[in-house]
């Protein structure tokens, strides 16, 4: 028999059916003989899940301790664990009664369906290989990365822009490069002109290959096309 009377649990489900899943997407669990009171998971992604403990903690308030003579009481505490939680991963709260710890349930419904929705956009931030490589190779074989730029250098690397600039028009019939990302990948090269007057040596290599590197790979999508961009990158950086 479930340690929850049966109106705590009624509202448990209750709370899982918020409109956007139901209590079939979860796999609902009442112990009785455990510390949890209730263990919720998300079937669809079972790292989703949500825990509802009973704990005994000492009220360790020196004062009050002192002032009685006497140890610090044990106090019942209700404590949630929830992942995801409001804004980490994994997060636990304690709540002094049920109720409150009920009330969890409904915020962790939502903390999924917003931490599902921006996955994709989570995944694309993490630096992939290619690039941290890339910055890697910065740091090892510029000189004088925090120096600017000196009239040659700046006339070299100027030049290999205006050949890169002539090949994403080649590339447009060579690996169907959409036309509208060679306009991006054209917007993106000539900033990078205009800020060889302004970065360092170091900070320009950085921001203006990984953008360009960024816009390649969302361009070409295919194995010869990255190739095609790793190539180009690595002779404008050379």
């Known amino acids: 028999m479930p340690k929850l009377k049966n109106s705590i649990i009624s509202e448990i489900i209750s709370n899982l059916n918020d409109g956007n899943f139901c209590r079939e997407d979860f ?17 669809a992604m079972p790292k989703y899940q949500f825990v509802i403990e009973e704990q ?7 004062a ?6 006497q140890q610090a009481e044990r106090k019942k505490v209700i404590r949630t664990t929830e992942s995801p939680g409001d804004y980490l991963n994994n997060e ?5 009664n049920i109720s409150a710890a009920v009330d969890r349930v409904s915020d962790w419904v939502v903390n999924i369906r917003e931490d599902l929705i921006h996955s994709r956009k989570a995944v694309t931030t993490i630096v992939d290989d290619v690039t941290s490589e890339f910055q890697s190779s910065i740091d090892e074989h510029i000189e004088n990365p925090n120096e600017y730029f000196q009239e040659q250098e700046k006339i070299d690397l100027l030049a290999k822009l205006e050949e890169l600039q002539k090949r994403i028009e080649t590339l447009e019939s060579e690996v169907g490069l959409d036309p509208q990302k ?5 917007t993106a090269i000539e900033k990078s002109k205009a800020d060889v007057e302004l970065y360092p040596k170091g900070v320009w290599y950085k921001t203006a290959g990984t ?4 816009l390649f790979k969302e361009a070409l999508k295919t194995k010869e096309g990255r190739e095609i961009a790793a190539d180009i990158i690595k002779r404008l950086m050379s």
């Open 182 to 186: 060679a306009r991006q990948i054209e």
């Open 64 to 69: 009050v301790a002192l002032f009685h003579q």
């Open 211 to 214: 953008k360009l590197i960024k």
């Open 92 to 96: 636990s709260h304690t709540h002094d």
């Open 56 to 62: 005994v903690r000492a009220d360790n308030s020196l």
């Open 27 to 43: 796999n609902v669990d009442f112990p009785d003989d455990s510390s949890a009171l209730a263990k919720l998971v998300f079937l």
